[in-house]
């Protein structure tokens, strides 16, 4: 399976966005799915989680700003970002633990 990310660009603080992560087969058999990112010179962090039956968990860093989805029926999960701040900045990516699959990253960056 195949994760692509996208949705990614710049925005001012205080924006949104939406990341999108679509997969080349079902994510159904997926569990679990994730959203990481890495901001340049720091380690990949844990954004949050979903599972098949849509129950999510954030970091402290994103909670009640971020919301994570997913569509099974269009094998995609969802990144719904708000209140966008400067250390928001990161490169973002989903994967898919059960089959340790990554998608390639897509860049955000929140500046004004």
């Known amino acids: 399976v195949q994760l692509v990310e996208s949705g990614g660009g710049m925005v001012q603080p205080g924006g949104s966005l939406r990341l999108s992560c679509a997969a080349s087969?079902?994510?159904?058999?997926?569990?679990?799915m994730a959203w990481y990112r890495q901001a340049p010179g720091k380690q990949r962090e844990l954004v949050g989680t979903i599972s098949l039956t849509g129950n999510t968990n954030y970091a402290d860093s994103v909670k009640g700003r971020f919301t994570i989805s997913r569509d099974n029926a269009k094998n995609t999960m969802y990144l719904q970002m708000t209140g966008l701040k400067p250390e928001d900045t990161a490169a973002y990516y989903c994967h898919a633990p059960a089959g340790n699959v990554w998608g390639q990253g897509t860049q955000v960056t929140v500046s004004s």
């Open positions: 087969e079902s994510i159904a058999r997926f569990y679990w």
